[in-house]
């Protein structure tokens, strides 16, 4: 699908320090209807692609309109200065949404929009675009589309928990693609656009909520993670990231997609689960080394969680691994 994009004012020299690459129509092509290994022996789509990606500093007058949009997936990084994106560069100023340093544009595919730099101070973005059949789950992802919500959302500026971790995964994405286009850089940089993606869905959030509490929440739902046999009430917890109960609750769902109880019980079964794998000791030690002190409560626990008992997972991982060896 082609696009018109046009840019205002001229630039003669680009922005100093800018890096962008653009893979020839025809791969983009040919990668989407069918990728093959180098022994030519097999052929599919490549599930993600990045067909644009670059990084813009401080884009003095940078400005870009797609009446019909682009076919892939945008996601716009602003490192610093600010920006703004639109539906169309009719949306007067006032209504366009702005995209400050440390926030994430995402715009669908198909979607007319509009964006550029601020006059006066003007962005600094890492930027890609992605095609392939994933982007459509990631698409919904980020601009929060469900199967049952059918108005979806088609551009959205995120707060970001993460911003340079996620401004490293975009230089990784360029330098993926900075030797040329054959199947290992091809591959390479599939995977960089596939970890790209899924920690851009991991770190956006409101913009209400800072990053401090964040980060202090994230902390916390580390130490669960390292050590879920602890005994935790969510109020001591709530209190540790200084925020209300309420607050806490949010945020920690927005991290993990479980309430703060569920998390912790998912964490101790994912202990167990190593423990039976690896050891010999009775079901009964195990349950109390990661956390429970009621084996039925934790055989309950463990079979809502693993959809099989803790013996049956332990018989049936082992027979596994011996058919295997």
């Known amino acids: 699908m082609k696009s018109t994009a046009r840019k205002l004012p001229a630039r003669a020299h680009g922005f100093a320090g800018q890096r962008m690459l653009v893979l020839p129509r025809p791969i983009i092509d040919r ?10 022996q097999t052929e599919f789509p490549l599930p993600l ?15 870009i309109s797609r009446p019909t949009g ?52 003007p962005w600094t973005i890492s930027w890609c675009h992605a095609a392939g059949p994933s982007t459509e789950l990631f698409s919904r992802l980020l601009l929060g589309s469900t199967a049952s919500n059918t108005t979806n959302t088609d551009m959205a500026v995120f707060g970001v928990a993460d911003p340079l971790r996620l401004a490293s995964c975009f230089e990784a994405l360029i330098n993926s693609l900075r030797h040329g286009y054959g ?16 920690l851009a869905v991991r770190f956006i959030r409101s913009p209400n909520t800072d990053a401090g509490s964040l980060e202090r929440v ?9 050590s879920p046999a602890d005994r935790y009430t969510i109020a ?22 479980y309430p703060p109880l569920d998390f912790i019980l998912r964490a101790r ?3 167990a689960c190593s423990m039976l794998a690896t050891t010999d000791r009775p079901i009964k030690l195990v349950a109390r080394e990661v956390g429970f ?33």
Do not use: M
């Not at 990668?31 to 030519?40: D, E, F, H, M």
């Not at 850089?185 to 970890?195: F, K, M, P, Q, V």
């Not at 994230?218 to 390292?226: A, G, N, Q």
């Open 183 to 198: 199947a290992d850089a091809i591959l390479h940089s599939s995977g960089e656009l596939a970890r790209l993606l899924s």
């Open 236 to 257: 001591t917890l709530a209190e540790r990231s200084r925020l209300s109960l309420s607050q806490f609750n949010a945020i920690f769902r927005q991290i993990t997609g």
């Open 49 to 63: 692609l990045t067909t644009d990606v670059g990084h813009f500093p401080r884009a003095q007058s940078h400005w």
């Open 31 to 40: 990668l989407l209807s069918g990728y093959r290994t180098p022994t030519r």
């Open 269 to 271: 079964v994912q202990h």
């Open 293 to 325: 002190d009621d084996p039925l409560y934790f055989s309950r626990v463990f079979r809502r969680i693993q959809g099989t008992s803790p013996k049956d997972f332990r018989t049936t991982l082992r027979a596994t691994d011996r058919q295997i060896a």
């Open 218 to 226: 994230r902390d916390i739902v580390s130490h669960l993670r390292e």
């Open 70 to 121: 682009r076919p892939e997936l945008i996601l716009i990084l602003c490192l610093g200065g600010q920006g703004w994106v639109a539906s169309s560069t009719s949306v007067p100023e006032h209504e366009r949404r702005l995209v400050r340093t440390g926030q994430l544009a995402v715009i669908a595919p198909n979607s007319p929009h509009a964006y550029g730099a601020a006059h006066s101070d």
